[in-house]
């Protein structure tokens, strides 16, 4: 396991690389190129400023999040095979740079969705939440202005402005577009980009669906056990793997998360640390890293990958806004610092005890 950190790069984030280097056992981060669109080719010369910066102030780039795929390969439209020829390019030109990491996803329209991004907890710290009757009074087409009134004026991941103006446009296109359309498309796509990625050995690691149900009755294939393993068995490559995220699939209570660990062994390239609290049927508030504080066994969960002996990073993801902080909501420095912190003394004990068993 590689303790490592989101970073947004120094024209969009608060949080600053040497502060990043500053966290007790944080050796590098996951970053992407801010100011490409989906669909473009990444040049090598910007990667190679982008992992100049960071390898200066003496960390990795630990892996890309993400490189975010286009509509036309989601929907599955006749264009697909120009943006797919461009996504092999980029995978190119990050192999050669030596990356060998990229997460993405395949949520249709929006990527991770929230009711409210700053909700005051008892203590006076501030969480994500999620609250299913909320969103269900939400017009689809205002949700880009909701997530953005709330994001305290900071560009949220995923939720990038140039989108905005296609929604509409884009429901229409995802109108045919069901589960299985999703899911098949999704494979045309990794059996294309896989012989690069086998080349340059590129793992591909799919974020979960966020949260694991459908938002706006748009399709959502990457939510459980089942769905999970049928994608692995479709494309049966060990580069074609996984970005576990805890707090994806833990917005559903019936996804034993240690168990999914186990089974997806050697296809887990990546893991995102959340923890959250169950408030009733599809409605959740993020939390604390600490089990205590939320609903997630993070000790199992930090065994469950001690066994599978993950090698690849694993990120704190969504902190709660605390002390005072002012930041992208979920991304600032404080709370995901003190995550990196308690996941990694969980680590520790969980090897030195396993160890002293031996
Ligand atoms: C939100 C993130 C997501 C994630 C993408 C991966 O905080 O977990 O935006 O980066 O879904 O492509």
């Known amino acids: ?21 500053q966290i007790p056992g944080c050796v590098g981060v996951i970053t992407t190129l ?23 102030a003496g960390l990795e780039v630990s892996g890309i999040e993400s490189v975010n795929i286009h509509d036309d390969i989601k929907i599955g439209l006749e264009t697909r095979d120009a943006y797919i020829a461009n996504y092999i390019e980029t995978l190119e030109h990050l192999g050669k740079e030596g990356i060998d990491l990229v997460c993405y996803n ?88 896989m012989p690069t990625c086998e080349q340059y050995d590129i793992k591909m690691a799919i974020h979960m669906d966020d ?14 056990k089942e769905n999970i393993q049928r994608l692995l068995d479709a494309v049966p490559i060990k580069n074609n793997g996984l970005t576990l995220c805890t707090g994806s699939l833990g917005s559903n209570p019936l ?47 930090m065994k469950a990958f001690y066994e599978i002996a993950m090698t690849g990073p694993i990120r704190p993801d969504h902190g ?9 909501p979920g991304y600032g420095l404080y709370d995901r610092a003190l995550g990196a912190t308690y996941l990694n003394g969980l680590w520790e004990a969980i090897e030195k005890s396993s160890k002293s068993i031996l």
């Open 34 to 56: 801010y100011d490409t669109k989906p669909g473009e080719v990444w040049s090598v010369e910007a990667i190679k400023a982008m992992k100049a910066e960071v390898e200066a």
């Open 320 to 328: 709660r806004m605390i002390w005072g902080e002012k930041s992208m």
């Open 106 to 193: 395949f949520m249709p329209i929006f990527d991770w969705t929230r009711s409210d991004l700053s909700k005051v907890r008892a203590d006076g710290s501030t969480v994500l939440s999620y609250d299913q009757d909320i969103i269900d009074k939400i017009d689809p087409s205002k949700m880009f202005d909701e997530m953005e009134h709330s994001s305290g004026g900071f560009i949220l991941p995923g939720w990038e402005p140039e989108r905005l103006t296609r929604v509409k446009e884009l429901f229409e296109m995802y109108s045919e577009v069901d589960e299985e359309k999703l899911f098949q498309n999704l494979v045309y796509f990794l059996k294309a980009i």
């Open 255 to 301: 996804n034993d998360i240690p168990d999914m660990i186990r089974s997806f062994k050697g296809r887990i390239h990546f893991g995102h640390m959340r923890n959250l609290i169950h408030l009733g049927p599809r409605k959740f508030d993020e939390a604390a890293h600490l089990s205590s504080d939320g609903s997630l066994d993070m000790f199992e969960i």
């Open 211 to 224: 949260p694991a149900w459908k938002v706006f009755g748009l399709p959502r294939i990457i939510n459980n």
């Open 1 to 21: 396991m590689k303790m490592t950190l989101r970073w947004f790069g120094s024209k969009y984030d608060t949080v600053t690389l040497e502060q990043i280097r």
